[in-house]
Antibody
């Protein structure tokens, strides 16, 4: 059974930092492209960033609103995905989901999400 | 950047109705379009990928089609568990989502 379990969310002040983790199991993590997607309260889905598999270079891509502030990384030895959030703004408040592409161009599996609240 | 629009933003329907949701891309996306269903407080669920391929385990009342840069999600006979918000997503370039269509009970 595929499982993605996020952790690390919480309340942080504007300008602060946070690191989210996503533990994966039940599929070949090393071959998957993994992304973070967020959803602000009452709003739609927004792709945040991704890291490709090492087989295609392990490169990262980011959405414009987070580029330069957020960093996506992976540890294939631990089947874990990370999202480092720096210089947080109130508009970064959202539920953050990790999600994976395991062969088809689609986000096949999703975690349950972790809430990040940026407020003074 | 590729922009996606969805119509309608909201629709009210009854059980048994045929429902159609449209997603338009600002440029060609080579069929790299997926559809997701999201219920309140839950993560999105993949329904369709590559515009028309049904994800394993998804009921056959869901179908997808495309015509150029216009994509359609159809639910042939709406069931009580289908009341949710539906999002399209393109993966031809950096992924992006449409704004969503909420399907509510009439």
């Amino acid at each position: 059974e595929v499982q993605l379990v996020e952790s690390g969310g919480g309340l942080v002040k504007p300008g602060g930092s946070l690191r989210l983790s996503c533990a994966a199991s039940g599929f070949s993590f090393i071959n998957a492209w993994v992304s973070w997607v967020r959803q602000a309260p009452g709003k739609g889905l927004e792709w945040v960033g991704r890291v490709k598999s090492k087989a295609v270079g392990g490169t990262t891509d980011y959405a414009a609103p987070v580029k330069g502030r957020f960093t996506v990384s992976r540890d294939d030895s631990k089947n874990t995905l990370y999202l480092q959030l720096n210089s947080l703004k109130t508009e970064d408040t959202a539920v953050y989901y990790c999600t994976v592409e395991v062969g088809n161009p689609s986000f096949d599996y999703w975690g349950q999400g972790t809430l990040v609240t940026v407020s003074s | 950047d590729i922009q996606l629009t969805q119509s309608p933003s909201f629709l009210s329907a009854s059980v048994g109705d045929r429902v159609t949701i449209t997603c338009r891309a600002s440029q060609g996306i080579n069929s790299y379009l997926a559809w997701y269903q999201q219920k309140p407080g839950k993560a999105p669920k993949l329904l369709i990928y590559l515009a028309s391929i049904l994800q394993s385990g998804v009921p056959s009342r869901f179908s997808g089609s495309e015509s150029g840069t216009e994509f359609t999600l159809t639910i042939s006979s709406l069931q009580p568990e289908d009341f949710a918000t539906y999002y399209c997503q393109q993966l031809n370039s950096y992924p992006s989502f449409g704004p969503g269509t909420k399907v509510d009970i009439k």
